[in-house]
């Protein structure tokens, strides 16, 4: 994704929305995670229960990119980080989602 959009409802019917640029794209759950968390600490301010909230992942790249011929490789924490999320990704399709969770 590489943008995050947040519709919230409060419980009185008042309604906030916020969106994160995401640079660069990821699909790392961590990353999402933590841009989620800032998107809703900055789109929820007040005080009141929130009725609903809707949070949408956005991939605005449509088609092929251009790759650059001389980029950096990514750092080994997040090449190991992509691999986990894979092996993640295939136990819960095998197993279904519940059979792995992150810890609290």
């Given at each position: 994704a590489d943008r995050l959009e947040l519709h919230?409802?409060?419980a009185d019917h008042r309604?906030?929305?916020?969106w994160e640029v995401l640079d660069p794209a990821t699909d790392l759950d961590t990353a999402l995670v933590a841009a989620a968390r800032r998107l809703l600490d900055r789109?929820?301010?007040?005080?009141?229960?929130?009725?609903?909230?809707?949070?949408?992942?956005?991939?605005a790249a449509a088609g092929d990119v251009q790759l650059s011929l001389f980029?950096?490789?990514?750092?080994?924490?997040?090449?190991?980080?992509?691999?986990?999320?894979?092996?993640?990704?295939r136990v819960r399709r095998r197993y279904g989602t519940a059979s792995l969770?992150?810890?609290v």
């Open positions: 919230a409802r409060y309604e906030a929305d916020g789109a929820v301010t007040r005080r009141i229960a929130l009725s609903a909230v809707r949070l949408t992942t956005v991939l980029a950096a490789p990514a750092p080994v924490a997040v090449v190991r980080r992509a691999a986990l999320n894979a092996a993640i990704d969770r992150y810890a």
